[in-house]
């Protein structure tokens, strides 16, 4: 079975200057757990996932607080003075998006992205054909094919 017979064709997609505000509100009004950044051609830049929303929220550069007081001042004395925010600090899917994504292409085995998303422990994979995003596959699309055929994933059966 190939990922083109799994994955949602033509997902949601999102351009880098998209707030984060909308970023969230898109994750939770269609149920999903990232989302593809691309370029007006449809060339992948980057996904924002839940997690690097949750990232954001944590503001990560922080220990755990030890108190009110060091956290201020931590924020005040080594504040970092580069021209683009980091992700705690991001406005938009381009400041916030995590850069480096595994990608697979439709013609690649179910296998393959199963074995991505377990190693990596990752929710969803971009697929990628002609270098533009056509579609995504997630541990859910798995499952529920599982659901309706236990033997589908065997390695043993024929492709």
Not at 48 to 56: A, K, M, N, S
Not at 125 to 144: A, C, N, Q, T, W
Request: aromatic share 4%; glycine share 4%.
């Amino acid at each position: 079975m190939k990922v083109r017979d799994l994955m949602t064709p033509n997902p949601i997609r999102i351009a880098p200057e998209t707030p984060v505000a909308e970023i969230a509100r898109i994750l939770i009004e269609h149920r999903i757990n990232g989302v593809p950044v691309t370029d007006a051609g449809g060339h992948l830049l980057g996904i924002v996932t839940e997690g690097d929303l949750v990232h954001r929220a944590a503001d990560e550069r922080l220990e755990p607080r030890e108190s009110l007081w060091k956290e201020n001042f931590y924020r005040s004395v080594f504040r970092r003075h580069t021209p683009e925010p980091d992700k705690a600090e991001g406005r938009t899917a381009e400041q916030v998006m995590t850069r480096e994504v595994l990608t697979v292409a439709p013609d690649s085995n179910v296998t393959v992205a199963a074995r991505l998303l377990a190693d990596h422990n990752i929710k969803s994979l971009p697929v990628i054909e002609h270098e533009r995003l056509v579609g995504m596959i997630s541990r859910f699309d798995l499952v529920k094919r599982l659901a309706s055929d236990p033997e589908i994933f065997n390695p043993m059966a024929k492709d």
